[in-house]
């Protein structure tokens, strides 16, 4: 079965630019979640879906934002990219409500370079 | 607020020794606790948990035990191998609303000579 699938893999950005991020989930999730690792960090939990609704909200900028669309894929857009938001950005997803098993399946990453 | 705290690595041993990981937290209820490992260049993957205190959680040899006592999940293999080299992260869960959203600890890279 398919896992979660991020695009780009690789991102190069200059100061200020724009960027977005898009995740897959796996068949039938219905939750996607967005972390951001900086180098040598542990994963920061920036922001969840659920069914389409923002769920959660972490240690997300201003600067960026999010969705979830009817066909449960998420785009994290994010906007005047500083040199800080450098990172691997990962996306998870899992089955929520009542079937969530509390096992998040996580994409292998998008990493955005920002110059 | 939730944390985690994992031992200070890195971690370096030969093929066949014993491992230990550490691993305490601190959090208000009764959180989940997992441990993810993260092999060079991929994302992060399950590799085992515990949702209430005394389960103990097993994976590929690996096992740690939910202990509410000492907050603790430390997780240990017996005999560990070059293939286990990886960086492995400590993390828990709130549950509720929120299950999704993990706290980790620092990350501890392990590597294994042959």
């Known amino acids: 079965a398919a896992g979660v699938i991020q695009s780009p893999r690789h991102l190069i950005k200059e100061k200020r630019e724009t960027a977005t991020l898009k995740c897959y989930p796996i068949?039938?999730?219905?939750?996607v979640y967005w972390y951001q690792q900086g180098p040598g960090q542990d994963p920061q939990f920036l922001i969840s879906f659920y069914e389409k609704m923002q769920s959660d909200k972490g240690s997300i900028p201003d600067r960026f934002s999010a969705q979830q669309f009817s066909d449960y894929h998420s785009e994290l857009n994010m906007s005047s990219l500083e040199l800080g938001d450098s990172a691997l950005y990962f996306c998870?997803?899992?089955?929520?409500?009542?079937?969530?098993?509390?096992?998040?399946?996580f994409g292998e990453g998008s990493r955005l370079t920002v110059l | 607020g939730d944390s985690v705290t994992q031992m200070e690595g890195p971690v370096t041993l030969s093929e066949e020794a014993f491992l230990t990981i550490n691993c305490t937290y601190t959090a208000t209820g009764y959180p989940s606790l997992f441990w993810y490992v993260q092999y060079p260049g991929e994302g992060l993957q399950l590799l085992l948990k515990a949702t209430k205190a005394d389960d103990k959680g097993s994976n590929k040899g690996f096992e740690a035990t939910y202990r509410k006592e000492t907050t603790s999940f430390h997780l240990e293999k017996g005999s560990v191998q070059v293939s286990d080299s990886a960086v492995y992260f400590c993390a828990l869960s709130a549950g509720g609303t929120s299950y999704g959203k993990l706290t980790f600890g620092q990350g501890t890279i392990l590597t294994v000579h042959p």
């Open positions: 998870a997803s899992s089955r929520g409500g009542w079937l969530d098993t509390g096992e998040l399946f």
């Open positions: 068949s039938r999730h219905d939750t």
